[in-house]
């Protein structure tokens, strides 16, 4: 017997559950709050998240379903991303909740909302850091086939931050650990918390090791050919 278990996506995965969100983890979580254009407050979280580029920095979040988050930023153009902490997680959980069109998911689960500078959209007050954003596009995914799927992509530019002082080192760095981010590991209650960091930089472009062997491995393919 193989020591890997292959399968394709055609065939199932023959597992008790699909491994596609334990694998891909931890994820950040995307806590979006939004507003309609009727004024309606909506908080959710978005296990499909992440930054996506910088200069102008950029963040996405993928729904399963043209849901209330995706209405409402077609509508005003804008939202508020907000770090999803260990000691919010219970709050964030409750805001994952399907309540009806118009319930104000921030008053459901007892968080303190805040206005905020440059977007009509409240934010999450005990949340570390928070980023202002509007909207660049919204995608309506489809598969190789061409056929059209669930899922919509919202990516966002951020215009603005804000960051809780006592997260800020004397250093000037934003304290990651302290803040202790959480992560959906999937299956469905499996989260992950930031509580400790390591360092490990990239190779230098003059890394002489490298370099080497990187001629090295040049050299053999010349010879190869």
């Not at 978005?46 to 910088?54: H, R």
């Not at 934010?123 to 850091?129: F, K, M, Q, Y």
Request: proline letters at 5%; aromatic letters at 8%.
């Amino acid at each position: 017997m193989s020591d890997e278990h292959f399968y394709e996506m055609k065939s199932g995965h023959g597992l008790s559950h699909d491994p596609f969100k334990a694998i891909v983890a931890p994820r950040p979580i995307g806590w979006i709050s939004t507003r309609s254009a009727d004024g309606h407050v909506n908080l959710a979280p978005y296990s499909f998240f992440n930054a996506l580029g910088e200069n102008p920095h950029i963040v996405g979040f993928s729904s399963t379903g043209y849901k209330d988050s995706v209405t409402n930023v077609e509508q005003t153009k804008e939202f508020v991303f907000n770090l999803a902490t260990r000691e919010l997680a219970e709050k964030m959980n409750i805001t994952s909740y399907a309540a009806p069109y118009g319930i104000n998911e921030m008053q459901l689960a007892g968080l303190e909302a805040v206005p905020s500078r440059l977007v009509n959209v409240p934010r999450v007050r005990d949340s570390p850091a928070n980023f202002e954003c509007r909207l660049i596009s919204i995608t309506h995914l489809h598969d190789i086939d061409g056929k059209p799927t669930k899922n919509y992509l919202v990516l966002g530019q951020v215009v603005g931050v804000h960051i809780r002082r006592k997260f800020i080192t004397s250093e000037g760095l934003f304290d990651t650990a302290a803040a202790n981010p959480i992560a959906r590991c999937g299956y469905l209650g499996d989260y992950a918390e930031v509580t400790h960091l390591f360092q490990m930089r990239r190779p230098a472009d003059d890394n002489v090791e490298l370099r080497e062997a990187v001629q090295q491995l040049t050299k053999e393919d010349t010879n190869k050919t």
